[in-house]
């Protein structure tokens, strides 16, 4: 169908997670029109209110809307010393103690920020020695605490709000994104920068420096359950890393995980500027240059003709074996296919303004605008993405999803 008639329904596929039923998560009907208002649906890329409809089957809310912020641990470098930032500073995490009945259940979120390419000299945020520089490849300038609301999802289901959210009284960990990999590098030694700083590139052994120190500082091991989720470079880290952590928390502890990865699909196709598969040269860059295969899944490693594919989060969720529900735009087009082969260039180009003036801006009214060769191309994409992400709602699959139509 067009994209203005995905529009005004709330969804297009979605498939309840019976395999998540079984007293630990409960999915609902997630069509129905009193779930999900207008005003809660997904506007851009990254869902804030979506999660607010699933509820625990086997507990219930206990406590007032009062709750305090989260407060910032660094991890120990001298217990995990190839924990490293880009800058070689301390990972970190925000951490929030559950109470009740959610005392013993956490999530621990991956946060998002794009990343940064080892390949690129320019003089953007895509240059890993810039973004060392900044809070998304150093934990130099965090802050102490934060609010309860101010961070990913801290207005949604990650909230201590229990107006807003069933899961306000569970234990929560928002993990700081600072390596520009998605949490998957694995490089033993540093890279020298383009203004002769060191850059390191430990996504990997950060988040396990993390959920280490989650187990000995916060007793994470004696818990019942955990959710991992993430959003956008983090809903990525979410779909790479879920397998492997999945089967670390059951093997070490018996604690079942289960995943939650929203607006982390970025297809591999080609841009529409001619300068062909751009994001595809870019995530082998991150592959090849961070060391990033250890991270990754090794069913996925192992099958697919080029190991680097497995960086794809569609191409990781064919081997995934751990329940995961996705949560995805079908027309996160935008500045993924406007891309040019300068690492910095993202800019829309002309002959796509009226119909795609920008990131989370195409309206019937602008699609209306495109020319029949750019509907043609947006439907395409729209086609590839559900048959890449066909393993999240297939009959027989342990996944699930909500994948709607809004840019």
């Not at 959210?165 to 700081?176: L, P």
């Amino acid at each position: 169908r067009s994209f203005s008639s995905f529009t005004h329904s709330s969804c297009l596929l979605v498939r309840s997670c019976r395999m998540l039923q079984n007293d630990f998560l409960t999915f609902p009907a997630f069509c129905s029109s009193r779930i999900f208002p207008a005003k809660i649906m997904m506007k851009t890329m990254c869902v804030r209110a979506v999660l607010n409809t699933i509820w625990l089957s086997s507990w219930a809310v206990q406590c007032s809307a009062d709750w305090p912020g989260l407060t910032l641990n660094k991890v120990p470098q001298q217990q995990y010393p190839d924990a490293k930032c880009l800058d070689g500073s301390a990972p970190a995490y925000y951490y929030r103690e559950g109470r009740f009945d959610g005392a013993q259940s956490a999530v621990i979120f991956l946060e998002g920020g794009g990343w940064c390419f080892p390949s690129d000299i320019s003089a953007g945020g895509d240059n890993c020695a810039v973004r060392a520089k900044t809070d998304l490849g150093s934990s130099a300038k965090y802050p102490t605490t934060i609010s309860s609301t101010g961070y990913e999802g801290g207005s949604g289901f990650l909230s201590g709000d229990t107006a807003l959210t069933a899961w306000a009284n569970w234990t929560t960990v928002y993990i700081k994104y600072c390596d520009g990999g998605s949490m998957t590098g694995g490089r033993a030694n540093a890279s020298v920068g383009t203004d002769g700083s060191l850059v390191w590139y430990r996504g990997r052994f950060n988040l396990d420096a993390v959920l280490a120190d989650l187990v000995k500082t916060h007793g994470f091991g004696t818990y019942k359950e955990v959710v991992l989720a993430g959003c956008s470079a983090g809903g990525m880290a979410c779909y790479l890393n879920c397998d492997r952590l999945a089967t670390m928390f059951a093997n070490t502890y018996q604690i079942p995980m289960r995943c939650i990865c929203d607006a982390g699909v970025f297809l591999d196709v080609p841009t529409v500027t001619g300068a062909g598969d751009v994001m595809r040269t870019r995530y082998y860059d991150i592959a090849d240059n961070m060391d990033t295969a250890t991270a990754l899944s090794p069913a996925c490693v192992a099958a697919e003709h080029d190991w680097r594919q497995c960086m794809f989060s569609e191409v990781s969720l064919a081997y995934m074996q751990t329940p995961t529900f996705a949560i995805n735009s079908q027309y996160n087009f935008g500045a993924w296919e406007m891309l040019a082969q300068a690492w910095n260039n993202s800019a829309v180009p002309p002959d796509w303004a009226a119909c795609w003036p920008g990131t989370g801006k195409l309206t019937a009214a602008t699609y209306a605008l495109c020319n029949a060769t750019q509907k043609e191309i947006v439907q395409s994409f729209r086609a590839k993405f559900i048959n890449d992400m066909a393993p999240a709602w297939t009959v027989g699959t342990p996944h699930g999803a909500f994948l709607d139509a809004c840019p």
